[in-house]
């Protein structure tokens, strides 16, 4: 009886860890104020699953090399969007870094360097859908925290005292773009659970 007992709380707790699964996708994107030969600015970004990384993209070789032997398994459609998302993503941070740059007063003359960090984290509860419980946005510039935001409350937050006479333009200008990108993370995360052969009882 005592045996049964204890078969019957560790199906239990398997269960319990299965219903409760939580699920993380994240992007570190860095843009150096250096150009490349086609006159762009230097830019890399990596993606982190579950806090394992996937792939990796950079500008200068314009190519995404998958890190997990699942992510070679991508439907085309899904390679092919997920790589212009992250082209997209790129160009979107270069364009934050002549913003900040001018900002603080910075040239091209000298080497600057911003970092992005964004994705989000899914919870599954029971047999229902999954929910985005959580999504981050933070930027650090020259290896210092510049600006942050969370899904929820959608507030910029700033480290840098000189940096809050921007807190209000961040806080109307990238309002939208926090809100799509956390969606958007919602929908890849699910496409990439859904391809990962590595782990077990991730479906959505």
């Keep these: ?3 049964l007992l204890i078969i019957a709380w560790l199906v239990l707790c398997i269960h319990y860890v299965d219903t409760q699964a939580k699920h993380s996708l994240f992007y570190l994107f860095t843009v150096q104020s250096r150009r490349s030969v086609n006159n ?10 579950n806090d394992t990384q996937i792939d990796s993209y950079n500008s200068w070789s314009n190519v995404r090399i998958p890190k997990q032997t699942w992510m070679k398994e991508l ?3 899904y390679w092919e969007g997920g790589t212009e998302k992250l082209k997209a993503d790129i160009n979107l941070t270069s364009s934050f870094l002549k913003i900040v740059m001018e900002d603080f007063g910075h040239n091209e003359s000298e080497l600057h360097v911003l970092q992005w960090r964004n994705g989000c984290e899914v919870e599954k509860h029971s047999d229902s ?3 985005i419980s959580n999504c981050f946005n933070g930027h650090g ?3 210092e925290d510049l600006v942050s935001d969370t899904f929820k409350p959608m507030k910029w937050s700033t480290s840098e005292h000189e940096a809050k006479k921007r807190e209000g ?4 200008e ?3 773009e926090t809100v799509q990108k956390c969606e958007e993370c919602g929908t890849w995360l699910k496409i990439y659970l859904h391809f990962n052969t590595t782990e077990t009882s991730v479906g959505m």
Excluded: H, K, P, Q
Excluded at 42 to 47: A, G, I, L, N, P
Excluded at 169 to 172: K, P, Q, T
């Design 169 to 172: 333009r961040l806080n109307v």
């Design 75 to 77: 439907e085309e459609r």
């Design 174 to 176: 990238y309002y939208r």
């Design 141 to 143: 510039y020259d290896g």
């Design 129 to 131: 859908a999954g929910f």
């Design 40 to 49: 762009i600015y230097e830019s890399s970004v990596v993606t982190f699953l």
């Design 1 to 3: 009886m005592e045996f």
